[in-house]
């Protein structure tokens, strides 16, 4: 992967390892890199072409723009290089728990196993309630996704259910998803413990 050119001052928050910012066109060849990539894109319905991904990344930056969060580029700050993206997003496709915001990672295969998904997501919930002032935040995966399941456990979210996602074909084997979710004060509380 190509190193980022952006510096420390360009992010708009950090973590003890990573920084969130918004995509620039520097990022296409390498999110689409991430994006055709059968190993990361296994538990989602296809790879996407070059123009599909161009579009997502152009989709997420206009979400960004438009609520002041979304599915944020991350750069490892040693190495500032780009590793993926972890952020929230306002989804609403027809389901019982919607509209709502979801928080959702996808990383590069070299930066999987290393803590940095969880560390992402933990410093995005913070984001969320202390910055956002969002009072409920929703995580959701095929079932069969049990890596992502992990993360979600790991951020202390708690399973609310499954569900059939609409988006999906029917019989499809990625239909059936785990719902998670996360409030304000249950976030707060587990700080509090810690």
């Not at 296809?46 to 989709?59: A, F, M, Y």
């Not at 590069?108 to 290393?114: G, M, R, S, T």
């Not at 969880?118 to 079932?143: H, M, N, Q, V, W």
């Not at 979210?157 to 990625?174: C, Y």
């Amino acid at each position: 992967m190509e190193k980022s050119s952006l510096t420390n001052r360009n992010y708009l928050f950090t973590s003890q390892r990573l920084g969130f910012r918004k995509f620039h066109l520097g990022d296409s060849d390498n999110f689409y890199s991430m994006n055709s990539n059968e190993e990361v894109m296994r538990y989602f319905p296809s790879l996407l072409t070059k123009d599909q991904s161009d579009s997502l990344l152009d989709k997420i930056n206009t979400h960004i723009d438009e609520n002041g969060f979304g599915f944020f580029a991350v750069d490892h700050l040693d190495t500032n290089t780009f590793i993926g993206f972890i952020g929230l997003k306002r989804t609403n496709f027809e389901a019982d728990f919607t509209p709502c915001v979801e928080i959702g990672w996808r990383l590069i295969p070299d930066f999987w196993n290393q803590g940095l998904a969880t560390e992402g997501a933990s410093r995005c919930l913070e984001f969320a309630f202390s910055k956002l002032g969002l009072d409920t935040i929703y995580s959701f995966t095929p079932i069969i996704n049990k890596p992502s399941e992990r993360v979600m456990q790991k951020i202390g979210m708690i399973k609310d259910g499954e569900f059939e996602h609409p988006l999906v074909k029917q019989d499809h084997r990625l239909k059936i998803h785990s719902l998670y979710k996360i409030s304000k004060q249950k976030y707060m509380d587990g700080i509090k413990v810690l």
